[in-house]
């Protein structure tokens, strides 16, 4: 158990769909993260939050939308999704952003594995 | 040049082999390094953090070369259980963590 749960584990959704994926940490950590990797392909990342202050912005196309309402969740909304956003959809957190050291890993969820049809 | 880049492979082994494997990073104010292994369709799980001085985990060995960007990790007396991708990460003075690519690794009876 990684103390990062995401829900649901699994989605397939249409094109015209609207829904959301839920990250929960039970770490304490300040800073949380959303990530995109595609079949074969290395993780792309998409949103940092720090502190619940956004603080990156991958390019991310508008039809994702974050969301963290405070320290310990973080969504990600998604809207009018394309096939090609199909993918696996990683949250993670840390203690602090990357300028904290070698002791502040990023521990994992376990995913979101979405379909768009 | 990708920030950060990793051997290709596959690597195919047989059990009780010894592997290693390399990563380079483009970003020389870097401050934290770390391997992180992935089973496949399971998400990333932390290995081992690499100290400047080089650390030691039971059959693992990482090492990090500051001066010329790399970071390895040996892998001794393979076991079936290490076959997954093996993901380089380096943490940028700020805000990112960087994952390189991957190198996946298949070790056989």
């Known amino acids: 158990e990684t103390g990062v749960t995401q829900t649901p584990r699994h989605l397939v959704m249409g094109m015209t769909n609207k829904k959301s994926l839920k990250c929960e940490q039970h770490?304490?950590?300040?800073?949380m993260y959303w990530y995109k990797q595609s079949a074969k392909k290395p993780l792309e990342l998409m949103f940092v939050?720090?502190?619940?202050?956004?603080?990156e912005n991958n390019s991310v196309p508008s039809r994702f939308s974050p969301e963290c309402p405070n320290s310990s969740h973080l969504f990600l909304h998604l809207h009018t999704l394309q096939p090609e956003d199909s993918a696996l959809y990683l949250c993670?957190?840390?203690?602090?952003?990357?300028?904290?050291?070698?002791?502040?890993?990023?521990?994992f969820g376990p995913g979101t594995r979405l379909t768009v049809l | 040049r990708k920030e950060v880049e990793q051997d290709p492979g596959p690597f195919n082994v047989p059990e009780g082999a010894t592997v290693a494997f390399n990563c380079t990073y483009s970003?020389?104010?870097?401050?934290?390094f770390f391997w992180y292994r992935q089973d496949c369709r399971k998400e990333p799980k932390l290995l081992m953090s690499v100290y400047s001085s080089g650390n030691e985990d039971g059959r693992f060995t990482a090492q990090l070369n500051r001066a010329s960007q790399y970071i390895s990790l040996l892998i001794r007396d393979s076991k079936l259980s290490d076959s997954a991708t093996y993901l380089c990460?380096?943490?940028?003075?700020?805000?990112?963590?960087?994952f390189g690519p991957g190198t996946r690794l298949s070790v056989l009876p």
């Open positions: 990460v380096v943490g940028n003075y700020g805000q990112n963590f960087v």
């Open positions: 993670a957190s840390s203690q602090d952003l990357a300028s904290g050291g070698i002791y502040n890993e990023q521990f």
């Open positions: 970003n020389s104010a870097s401050q934290s």
């Open positions: 770490l304490g950590h300040n800073a």
């Open positions: 939050y720090s502190l619940e202050e956004r603080v």
